[in-house]
Every structure is written in structure tokens, then in C-alpha cells.
């Protein structure tokens, strides 16, 4: 199959426009079948690169591998110095995020983007002003892309799996550039928080990776959250209504009463930032007899989750203690890890940094280190053996309709990735 050269933005606004949202809600894996519209596509494009290895596994992951290119002689020269060049992997997610929709997403190019408020066509409501994402006046005279009004537009993360693409056939199409083995990895399901769930990490055979998740120009993450997902279980005492009097216990009523009891402007994602970690009410369902609220726990010292659960057992306890009426209702939890800061994984290679470093200043991008207030695909791989932080892509806004981003930074990405591999 002969495809056609694509730009940067022509093969970003290809893959957005496939829908591959994930489903929170689902048994599956991956949670939908749509996602590997996308990941058959990237499949046929790897081989049409010449990259002989390129597959579809049965859960989902895209592998390949672009082989290494170094001649015999200088193999035998790392030989004789008893050294080896590390196998390093690019990663990034096909799915979307559920939160918005990503159903016939009409990306637009405003080529030379003027600094006026964007309106956006298809939902006049819909307007990308500078003034709530001063980024944007960074772009002035650039290209940049958005959706039409009604969708996300799907940049986390297809700049990432655009980038990775557009390194991979850089380095196909440029044998000059001498590289070791560089795996390719695309997961899906990532933003349901499944994204490794069915990883083979001894398959791919990498030594350390790199996500493509980041945001604005130069950033490097390499410490995100810790986080872990609590449920608190309520069991009330269920009676007819028409002779409750003395015997109901209404579970949906102490929910509410516990959600008052919490904190109003604090240890809450509406007024925490920075290294501020939280607890976060996500989903309440139930009945009168039986409810549950489920909470996001997140914060980048890991010890402190497990102090935020037991602080939040001690509020809903205290509310049904206080309360006669709520006499004979029981309360349990029950507390799933989700991640882990990756920090503590990466601390432990400091080459991998040091690396990328490099190739971002090769690149003449200046290096943005902060954490990230959530996680990636990274954070789990890195402790299941794989240290892997975190690169830009240049997404911005995302999981809304706002969602946009600037073509420049995709390519400046790709550059790093390029550097990267010559680095190392």
C-alpha cells in the first residue's frame, strides 16, 4: 500500500479525525474496538516506512522497532570498550479522553494565526480567547490547529503518536544518522487508566523510554502524582416509606452529609495547585438502602495518600457518629493503587535525563522541568521496570472543546526525538 507524504499538521489532522475514545465503563480490552481503527492505520504506515517488525498485538498495543544502523565495525569497537548502547522506547496513546466527545472531529488549520479570538464554526459559544491561554500569543504568525466547537480536538495524544511517526520516518528516510535499536510503542486506553494493563514490557526489550505526552514547548516531566482510587461504601437501613418513621436510615442522605462534611476550600482540585496534593469526589451512586462515592486521591509524596484516606474514614465516621438518626448505618473503604510518582523510579537513572536534556538544547528548545498534576502511561511503566518520563508535544487545553495546538511545537518535538537517538 503507497501512501502519501504527509506534513506534520496533515498527519496530526489525519489521525484525529479516526475516533478512538476510551470507556471508562467497559470490561474490555481495550475498553473500545474503535481504538484500533488508528492503531491498524499506524501498523500499515510503519511498514510503509520499512520497518519490517511492525504489528498489532491481540490487546491492542502497537510494537515496532527501527533497527540499529551501526556497522560492524563500529559494533566491534563498543565491543572491544566492553560497552553497549542502550534500547531506548517512544510511547504515546491512541485513545481520547472520555470527557468530551470524539465523534467526527473536524480539526482546522488557522495558518498564521492572527492573535484574534478563535470562534470556533460548527458552536459559535465556542471561542479560544488569548486571555484565558496566554500560550497562545506565543503563536502569532503560526500555524495552529483546532477542533470545530462540538469535539475535543484529540491532541493528547495524537501529537504524540504524530511525532513518533514523523521521528520514525526521519530516521528511516536519513540512514546517516547513526542510532542504536529504538522501539515504538502505542497503548491504548490510557486516559481510563488502563493503558498497561496488558503490557509485555521483556517483548519490547527496552532498557528506558519516553513518554509523548507533555505539554507547551520544552517541558520535561519526570515526577507526576501518586495516586490511588477510594471507594467508601455506605450501608443504611431500608424500610417502605409508608412505615419508615424510626426505622429508615437513609444511605443517600449520609452521603450528602459527608460530602458537606468535607473540607470547602482546601485538600480539594478547585483550590490546590502546584505540589498540593488532594482527595476528589468523582462519582456518587446508590440508593436509599446502599451508596457509594468514589474518590480520586492524589499527591507526589506517596506516604501521604494513605494519610488522606484514613483522614477521610475519620470525617464520615465523626458525621454518622454525631447523628442518632444515622445510628445503625455501617461505613467501609476500599483503596486501589492506580500509580505511582515516577520520580522515585527515575531519580535512580539520572543518564535518561541528562540525555534529554541534551537533545532538547541541541534542538535550541530551552528545558521546562516541572511536575505533573496527574500521570502518564510512564508512571506505571517505570515500576514495572521501564523508567520513563515525560516529553512535550505542545497540546494544550485538553479533554475540552478549547482543546489546540501549535504546529511548531510538533516539529520541535520531533527535532528533540531525532537528537535523542543521535545522542544516545
Known amino acids: 500500500m503507497e501512501l502519501p507524504t504527509l506534513t506534520v499538521a496533515e498527519r496530526f489532522m489525519r489521525y484525529v479525525k479516526i475516533d478512538t475514545q476510551s470507556d471508562p465503563n467497559s470490561n474490555t480490552f481495550p475498553s473500545t474496538e474503535k481504538q484500533k481503527n488508528l492503531s491498524n492505520l499506524l501498523v500499515i504506515e510503519l511498514l510503509s516506512f520499512g520497518i519490517e517488525d511492525a504489528h498489532l498485538d491481540e490487546y491492542g498495543y502497537v510494537m ?21 548502547i542502550p534500547v531506548i522506547c517512544f510511547c504515546a496513546h491512541v485513545d481520547t479522553a472520555p470527557d468530551c466527545s470524539g465523534t467526527e472531529v473536524k480539526p482546522i ?18 471561542v479560544i480567547k488569548a486571555a484565558d491561554y496566554p500560550y497562545l500569543n506565543s503563536f502569532i504568525g503560526s500555524d495552529i490547529i483546532t477542533a470545530s466547537g462540538k469535539t475535543l480536538l484529540g491532541a493528547d495524544d ?30 491504548p486506553d490510557e486516559e481510563v487508566g488502563r493503558g498497561t494493563e496488558h503490557l509485555d514490557l521483556k517483548k519490547m526489550g527496552a532498557d528506558y523510554g519516553y513518554t509523548l505526552d ?13 495516586a490511588d482510587y477510594l ?72 506516604q501521604k495518600l494513605k494519610q488522606y484516606a484514613q483522614r ?36 535512580q537513572h539520572p543518564e ?31 515500576f514495572m ?21 501549535g504546529v511548531r511545537d510538533m516539529v520541535k518535538a520531533t527535532e528533540v526525538l531525532v537528537n535523542l537517538v543521535e545522542i544516545i
Open 64 to 84: 515496532a522497532t527501527i533497527p540499529s544502523n551501526l556497522s560492524k565495525q563500529q559494533m566491534d569497537d563498543l565491543k572491544m570498550k566492553n560497552l553497549s
Open 109 to 126: 488549520l488557522h495558518k498564521q494565526y492572527n492573535g484574534n479570538d478563535i470562534v470556533l464554526p460548527d458552536d459559535p459559544s465556542q
Open 158 to 187: 495524537k501529537a504524540g503518536v504524530t511525532i513518533i511517526m514523523e521521528m520514525a520516518k526521519y530516521l528511516m528516510d536519513h540512514n546517516a544518522i547513526v542510532h542504536g535499536p529504538v522501539k515504538i510503542l502505542f497503548t
Open 214 to 226: 507533555g505539554g507547551e514547548l520544552g517541558s520535561f516531566e519526570m515526577e507526576t502524582f501518586s
Open 231 to 302: 471507594v467508601l461504601h455506605i450501608d443504611g437501613v431500608i424500610a417502605h416509606p409508608g412505615a419508615a418513621k424510626g426505622v429508615m436510615q437513609n444511605a443517600i442522605k449520609v452521603a450528602g452529609e459527608i460530602l458537606a462534611a468535607l473540607p470547602k476550600k482546601e485538600w480539594c482540585p478547585e483550590y490546590t495547585e502546584d505540589r498540593v496534593g488532594f482527595i476528589h469526589p468523582n462519582h456518587l451512586e446508590g440508593g436509599a438502602e446502599k451508596a457509594r462515592i468514589e474518590f480520586l486521591v492524589r499527591d507526589f509524596d506517596t
Open 312 to 347: 477521610l474514614f475519620q470525617i464520615a465516621e465523626e458525621v454518622v457518629a454525631s447523628n442518632p438518626d444515622f445510628s445503625k448505618v455501617k461505613l467501609s473503604m476500599e483503596v486501589t493503587e492506580q500509580y505511582r510518582n515516577m520520580r522515585e523510579i527515575i531519580d
Open 352 to 382: 535518561i535525563v541528562s540525555r534529554a536534556l541534551k537533545a532538547y538544547e541541541r534542538a535550541g528548545v530551552r528545558p521546562i522541568t516541572s511536575p505533573i498534576r496527574g500521570g502518564t502511561d510512564g508512571s506505571r511503566m517505570s
Open 385 to 405: 521496570g521501564l523508567p520513563t518520563p515525560n516529553i512535550f508535544t505542545g497540546m494544550q487545553a485538553i479533554h475540552s472543546k478549547h482543546e489546540w495546538i
